[in-house]
């Protein structure tokens, strides 16, 4: 959600409930067919739901189709498409961004994206700026903080576990768990 606030959404949502057809200025100017009834509907749960967190498109039909039939959703959709609210880019870099992405290796973040409809090349793209040496090793780091009381020589593998089931690598998760452990008891467990 980039160059719009959520104050610009609970705007943009007070607008659509009194005038649901009218112009707004975070729509391009575009023919857009009036909603009926049930598109206005699905539009203001759509706008409610991405008040409290975003989505990726393909996640928010999902949502709006568990209470509105498949034409409403469509329409309600096609009134957000241009809107920063429904952007798969901004969603896909603000996911691996969050702390989610910083705690995790780029084959689960890209797994989870799929799974949220956002393309592979979207995907991609917003996996070009996520390390998994960097992120593995700060993983471990603060982790290895928690350890303190496991005895020595269950660390080490209770760490390595811990990385994998995040997805790094075991070669990422041996080094990434001796560093860190190294660097907080001052030996290589």
Do not use: C, K
């Amino acid at each position: 959600m980039t160059g719009q606030t959520f104050e610009d959404l609970r705007a943009l949502i007070g607008r659509r409930e009194s005038s649901p057809d009218a112009p707004d200025d975070s729509v391009p100017a575009r023919p857009r067919a009036p909603l009926d009834a049930a598109g206005r509907a699905a539009l203001q749960q759509a706008l409610r739901l991405l008040s409290v967190r975003g989505y990726a498109t393909a996640e928010l039909r999902r949502r709006l189709l568990r209470r509105h039939e498949a034409d409403a959703v469509d329409g309600a959709l096609r009134s957000l498409e241009g809107t920063s609210f429904l952007d798969d880019a901004a969603w896909a870099a603000s996911y691996v961004g969050g702390m989610r992405g910083r705690e995790r290796s780029s084959a689960i973040l890209r797994r989870d994206m799929a799974a949220r409809g956002v393309d592979g090349a979207v995907a991609a793209s917003a996996l070009e700026t996520h390390d998994d040496e960097v992120a593995a090793l700060a993983v471990a780091r603060r982790r290895a903080g928690s350890l303190r009381t496991v005895p020595a020589e269950v660390r080490a593998r209770r760490l390595r576990d811990y990385l994998l089931r995040r997805g790094f690598s075991a070669g990422l998760a041996q080094r990434a768990t001796a560093a860190a452990l190294s660097e907080a008891f001052g030996t290589d467990d």
